[in-house]
């Protein structure tokens, strides 16, 4: 039901308005995924052609390589593991996990 | 005070009162009985009278929308219509009170389609009561005037930031010609003064997003905050009031208790019908009859602990709605009504008229009849049918 890390009514602009720009990146979406995308790190290529169709910005990389994947705002659609040509990518569902 | 008293139509004094309010931007549609408002206020518009600019609309669902977009822009902006306009512009009338957009709107009440009709009953606003708009209800030409004026200021409070409709009775009041005291142009200009934008999109320096995707996570919490702004307009009501009657000389508050006091039989009424009932109060108590009357000026909020405290002592009160909630129980004001009274240690005996459907006229051998059921329901202590349908044919 609530939520105590969320800000209260008194404490938010009013009418939903988005008065500092940029705040999309701490508003979590990862909660809507039902199934999360895992790299097999061994197969991976880092050919990066994940992180060119990832809608949501979620594939995370350092100097050309694929670094991880933000779970904080993946929604977990399943483009990545499509795309990729190598297969390193699985969409295991979320019932799996603990976390 | 010496302002000049004019013989003019309902609608004809507010465009004067929206001429002296002189607002940015006034996008508007015309529909009966509204018309006539809008015909005039585009006059002023024409002749340079005003520095508004008004946007003529292909409907009131653009109406409401224009006024959405230049509100937050950061103008000050109006609009009217009645009935069947303001039925069109339902969606967007959420959209301007989550948006907290003070758009002024007057309301000429009019029976909603269908079948068509263009005569009054409160049907129109009152499906609008949950759009968290302040609503006020006029008795006639003059307080249609002064209650213009005076919802610029209370929707444009920093604690409140609402919308405000202006209710008045069609062709009753908004073609009915009486005297009234308008305000000297400068002193309507003090009085609501330099509009205050609150987060207005033209401040490039300041960029905000109006209207992003709100789910579960704040919804609630944005229509908490909604919750407690139009409860705060109810003591910005009464603290304009009070600014009002110094420019004006004229009284106003939440509600008007007429030979209230002392009574022991009251109607409760909105709008036009409390000024037949005035008349039949004041005939009853030349035959020394202790009757009284409650008109309620606030309908949104909900005054009801002042409801309540007004209306306790009585032995029976009728409540006249010119709506019906169907298949509810009761009329929208009868609801609240005796609800309100639910807290009370005494609970008067209480009955609901719904009366006046389409423009049915109320008169004052009507009113007299139900002061007289009134009184049968003291002797008896009985009520009968608890909701009752007035002046239809059976």
Known sequence: ?99 | MNNKITAITGNEAVAYAIKQINPDVMAAYPITPQTALIQKFSEYVADGLVDTEFVTVESEHSAMSACVGAAAAGGRVMTATAANGLALMFEILYVASSNRLPIIMPMVNRALSGPINIHCDHGDSMAARGSSWIQIYSENVQEAYDNTIQAVRIAEHMQVRLPAMVMYDGFITSHGIECVEFLDDDKVAKFVGEYPPRYPLLDINHPVTYGPLDLYDYYFEHKRQQAEAIKNAQKIVLEVAEEFKQISGREYGLFEEYQLSDAERAIVVLSSTAGTTKQVVDELRVKGEKVGLLKLRLFRPFPYKEIAKALSHLKAIAILDRSDSFGGFGGPLFTEIRSALLDSEKIPQNVNYIYGLGGRDINQTDITSIYTDLEKIVETGKVGERVKYFGVRE
């Open chain 1, 1 to 99: 039901m609530s939520d105590d890390k969320k800000l209260g009514w008194k404490e938010i602009p009013e009418g939903g308005l988005i008065i500092k720009a940029g705040n999309s990146a701490t508003y979590e979406t990862g909660s809507w995924r039902s199934s999360r995308p895992v790299r097999d790190v061994d197969k991976c290529t880092n050919c990066l052609i994940c992180w060119v169709y990832c809608p949501d910005s979620s594939i995370l990389t350092s100097e050309g390589k694929l670094t991880g994947i933000d779970y904080y705002h993946c929604k977990g659609c399943g483009i990545c593991a499509e795309e990729c040509p190598v297969k390193a990518i699985k969409m295991v569902d979320e019932k799996e996990f603990t976390d």
